[in-house]
C-alpha cells in the first residue's frame, strides 16, 4: 500500500474530510498509475476521488472500537523515532 495513506480510525480529535479526500487521492493515484491524469481522464479520476472519498467516510463513521482514542502529537512521534531508526542521518 502506499507509504502515504495514513491510519484515519481511532484518533482524537477524528480525521478531518481533508485529511480522507487526500488518502482518497494517494489511492486513486496509486491504483491508476498515474500522479496527474491526462485531459481525456480527468473526469474519471476525479468522480474516482470523490467516490473513494464518500466510502472511507461512511467507513470511518461505522467502525466500532472499545480502545481509546490515540493521541495524533504521540503517534506522529512514534513514527518519526521509526523513520529515524530507519534512516539514520
Do not use: W
Request: aromatic share 4%; glycine share 2%; proline share 7%.
Amino acid at each position: 500500500m502506499c507509504r502515504n495513506i495514513r491510519v484515519l480510525h481511532n484518533f482524537e480529535p477524528p480525521a478531518t474530510i481533508d485529511e480522507v479526500h487526500e488518502a482518497a487521492v494517494q489511492y486513486v493515484r496509486k491504483i491508476s498509475g498515474s500522479a496527474r491524469p491526462s485531459k481525456v481522464n480527468e473526469e474519471a479520476f476525479a468522480r474516482a476521488v470523490a467516490e473513494v472519498t464518500a466510502t472511507t467516510r461512511a467507513l470511518l463513521e461505522d467502525l466500532v472500537t472499545t480502545a481509546p482514542p490515540k493521541n495524533r502529537e504521540v503517534e506522529a512521534t512514534k513514527a518519526r523515532a521509526r523513520a529515524a531508526e530507519r534512516y539514520p542521518r
